[in-house]
């Protein structure tokens, strides 16, 4: 088990939540995480992350799988222009590899805001630390493993 599967399962055992994680193969796409887990599409939360112009942080958005970040909306609820966060920035903040980016066991915090369709489901599903692997969880959980805020950001 790779250490960010590994970091993964341990934010979500001390958060009390059921683990649950799979291996979905290569799921390249919200649709085909969706496709292996038997769910719809916006069942999927994907962990967007931007680079804060300003602070050089790494933000996070995330975001139901098939809406899309407005960039002026994210940048106005960060307070700071927003940037593509590269490869090194993801890994450096947040220990996992982009295509793998789950919304808890991150190395450092982060801020984070969560897309209210997410919210509309009972049950949703993330990356789970590697590009290979997705977990469920209540979405009710979403926003108090997280500390993301609940907010309208999307396309």
């Given at each position: 088990m790779?250490?960010?599967?590994k970091?993964v399962?341990?934010?979500?055992?001390?958060?009390?939540t059921?683990?649950?994680?799979?291996?979905?193969?290569q799921?390249?796409?919200?649709?085909?995480?969706?496709a292996?887990?038997?769910?719809?599409i916006?069942?999927i939360?994907?962990?967007?992350?931007?680079r804060?112009?300003?602070?050089?942080?790494?933000?996070l958005?995330?975001?139901?799988?098939g809406?899309?970040?407005?960039?002026?909306?994210?940048?106005?609820?960060?307070?700071?222009p927003?940037?593509k966060?590269?490869a090194?920035?993801?890994?450096?903040?947040?220990?996992?590899?982009i295509?793998?980016?789950?919304?808890?066991?991150?190395?450092?915090?982060?801020?984070?805001?969560?897309?209210?369709r997410?919210?509309?489901?009972?049950?949703?599903?993330?990356?789970?630390?590697?590009p290979?692997?997705?977990?469920?969880l209540?979405?009710?959980?979403?926003?108090?493993?997280?500390?993301a805020?609940?907010?309208?950001?999307?396309?």
């Open positions: 790779s250490k960010s599967l970091r399962r341990a934010a979500l055992e001390a958060a009390g059921e683990v649950d994680i799979r291996e979905v193969g799921a390249r796409t919200a649709a085909e995480a969706a292996s887990v038997g769910c719809e916006d069942q939360a994907k962990s967007i992350i931007f804060g112009e300003t602070s050089g942080a790494a933000l958005f995330l975001t139901a799988g809406n899309r970040v407005d960039d002026a909306k994210a940048a106005e609820l960060a307070g700071e927003l940037g966060a590269d090194a920035l993801i890994r450096a903040q947040t220990g996992f590899a295509g793998g980016v789950a919304p808890v066991g991150h190395l450092s915090p982060i801020r984070a805001w969560l897309d209210p997410l919210l509309d489901f009972t049950e949703i599903w993330a990356a789970a630390g590697t290979r692997h997705v977990f469920r209540k979405s009710a959980d979403l926003a108090p493993m997280t500390g805020e609940a907010a309208d950001f999307t396309a």
